[in-house]
C-alpha cells in the first residue's frame, strides 16, 4: 500500500508525495492560492396596506465557496467548502386602537455545509488495495503523521449538513397612562437532517518511516473507523421550542423608568426521526453492579444502552437488556415546564447629560447541540477500535443487525439538561450629549 500511495501522481505529473532522490530527507517548499467566493442577496420591502395596517418583508442570502488547496500541507488533495445562508422574515404591523398594536410575524433560516471528499487523484481503496471497513466506501483513510506534522489522503467528507429554523409569534402591546404593557409568543421548529460520509476511516501514525514499514504496529490508532451504510451517517435531528412573556414598561416619573417583567421558556430536547439517538443513564448501570467479565451481546452487558421509542420502527427490537425509552428520545425525564425567567431593569436620568441604565433577569438556553451529540462512536453500532496493532470490537456494541445504525453518542450529564440558567446583571451609563455629538457626525 506505502509504495501505491507513493506512486501517486498529479494532474500535472509530478508525485503527490515528492522524493527526495538518495540524498535522503530535504525540504520542498509549496505556494498554490486558496479561493475565497461570497455572493450576497439582500431585499427590503415595506407595504403599507391601509392607514392601520403594513407588512414588512426582509430577506438575505449569502453563498461562500472556499478552495483550500493545502488543507493537509501537500498540494492535491483540496477542501473543497460550500456555505450558504438564508434568512427571511414577514411580519404584519396592525394599529388595532389609538393605544393597541398588535405584530405577527414568521421567520425562517437555513445554514447549509456542504464538504467534498478530499483525496489525491486516482486515490481509491481499490486502487490502494485497501479493504474498507464498509463495503461500498471508495475514498482512502486519512493518515496524520504526528511527527512530520502533516497529512495524507485527506481527512474528513464529504458531508452535507443543513440547519433549518422555523418561527411563528405574535406580540401586543397596550399604553394606557403611565404603562406601556407588552406579551407576546413564539414557536419554533428546528431541523438539522445531517449527513456525514466521513466513515473512511483516520490513521494516525508516528512518523513517514512508519508508512513506509507498514504493519499494524505502526498504526497508533485509527479513529472513526466504525461501519455503517455507504452513504455514510444519516441523522435526521429537530426539536421544538415555545416561549411566551409579558413586560411592563412604568413611567414612575419624568426621571424615571421601571421594566417589568416574566417570561417563560420550554426548551424541548434533541431527538432523531430515525431512531439514532441512542443514550446511557447512570441508573441502569448502577443496577448492575457486577457487570460481566468479557464482551457480551445481551443481557447485563448491554443494560445501560437506551434507545428512542421510534428505534424499533426502523431496526426492530433492540438486544436483551437495552431499553426502549417511552418517548422519541432517550432521555430519563421530560424538558422541564417550570422555565420562568423574571426580570427587572431600570433607566434613571441623573442629570440633563447622565442617563443611568441597569437590569437583572434570569435567562435560559438550551445547551448546543454539538455538546451533546458525537458521530463517530457508536453505541448500539457495530464499531472498532484500532489500538497499537489490535483491532478490538468495543466489548458493549457487539449486537447483531447493527450495519446500518448511527455512530452517534450523547453526553448523559448534559442531555438530561436541556436548559441551563443564567442571572445576569448589567448597568450602563449613556453621556446623552456625546450621542448627539455621534448622530451629528453620521
Not at 431585499?43 to 483550500?68: C, E, G, H, P
Request: proline letters at 8%; charged letters at 15%.
Amino acid at each position: 500500500m506505502a509504495l501505491k500511495i507513493l506512486n501517486l501522481k498529479l494532474a500535472n505529473g509530478s508525485y503527490y508525495i515528492p522524493g527526495s532522490g538518495t540524498t535522503g530527507y530535504r525540504q520542498v517548499s509549496f505556494s498554490e492560492p486558496s479561493i475565497f467566493n461570497e455572493d450576497q442577496v439582500m431585499v427590503n420591502s415595506d407595504y403599507l396596506i391601509n392607514s392601520k395596517q403594513t407588512l414588512t418583508a426582509r430577506y438575505f442570502y449569502s453563498r461562500d465557496t472556499q478552495i483550500q488547496t493545502l488543507g493537509g500541507l501537500l498540494p492535491g488533495s483540496p477542501s473543497i467548502l460550500y456555505y450558504s445562508n438564508t434568512n427571511a422574515v414577514l411580519k404584519l404591523t396592525s394599529l388595532l386602537t389609538n393605544n393597541v398594536i398588535n405584530e405577527v410575524h414568521g421567520s425562517f433560516q437555513r445554514n447549509l455545509s456542504v464538504q467534498n471528499a478530499a483525496a489525491p487523484p486516482g486515490a481509491t481503496n481499490e486502487s490502494l488495495g485497501i479493504t474498507p471497513m464498509t463495503p461500498g466506501v471508495h475514498p482512502p483513510p486519512g493518515i496524520i503523521l504526528i511527527a512530520g506534522g502533516y497529512n495524507l489522503m485527506g481527512i474528513f467528507g464529504p458531508s452535507f449538513s443543513p440547519t433549518n429554523q422555523a418561527q411563528v409569534a405574535d406580540q401586543i402591546s397596550w399604553t394606557h397612562g403611565k404603562h406601556t404593557i407588552r406579551a407576546g409568543f413564539e414557536f419554533e421548529d428546528i431541523r438539522w437532517p445531517i449527513t456525514w460520509s466521513g466513515v473512511r476511516g483516520l490513521l494516525l501514525m508516528g512518523t513517514f518511516n512508519d508508512l513506509l514499514v507498514g504493519g499494524p504496529n505502526n498504526i497508533l490508532t485509527c479513529l472513526y473507523c466504525s461501519r455503517s451504510a455507504p452513504e455514510g451517517i444519516i441523522h435526521g435531528y429537530y426539536t421544538h421550542s415555545l416561549s411566551s412573556f409579558v413586560q411592563d414598561d412604568y413611567k414612575v416619573s419624568s426621571r424615571l423608568t421601571l421594566n417589568l417583567g416574566v417570561r417563560w421558556e420550554y426548551d424541548g430536547p434533541l431527538a432523531d426521526k430515525s431512531g439514532n439517538l441512542t443514550q446511557t443513564w447512570v441508573s441502569r448501570i448502577q443496577a448492575v453492579p457486577l457487570p460481566p467479565s468479557g464482551p457480551t451481546t445481551s443481557g447485563p452487558g448491554v443494560s445501560q444502552w437506551v434507545v428512542p421509542n421510534n428505534f424499533v420502527s426502523h431496526y426492530g427490537q433492540p438486544p436483551d437488556g437495552v431499553l426502549i425509552n417511552d418517548s422519541s428520545n432517550p432521555q430519563r425525564k421530560h424538558a422541564p415546564w417550570s422555565n420562568f425567567g423574571p426580570r427587572i431593569g431600570f433607566a434613571y436620568q441623573l442629570s440633563t447629560h447622565l442617563v443611568v441604565r441597569g437590569g437583572a433577569g434570569i435567562f435560559y438556553d438550551r445547551v448546543g447541540a454539538d455538546r451533546i451529540i458525537m458521530t463517530g462512536w457508536a453505541p448500539i453500532a457495530s464499531s472498532t477500535l484500532w489500538s497499537k496493532g489490535t483491532l478490538t470490537p468495543r466489548p458493549s456494541t457487539l449486537i447483531h443487525r447493527t450495519t446500518k445504525l448511527s455512530r452517534t453518542r450523547s453526553l448523559p450529564l448534559r442531555f438530561s439538561v436541556p436548559s441551563r440558567r443564567a442571572t445576569p446583571i448589567s448597568l450602563h451609563l449613556a453621556w446623552r450629549t456625546i450621542c448627539k455629538r455621534v448622530a451629528l457626525l453620521i
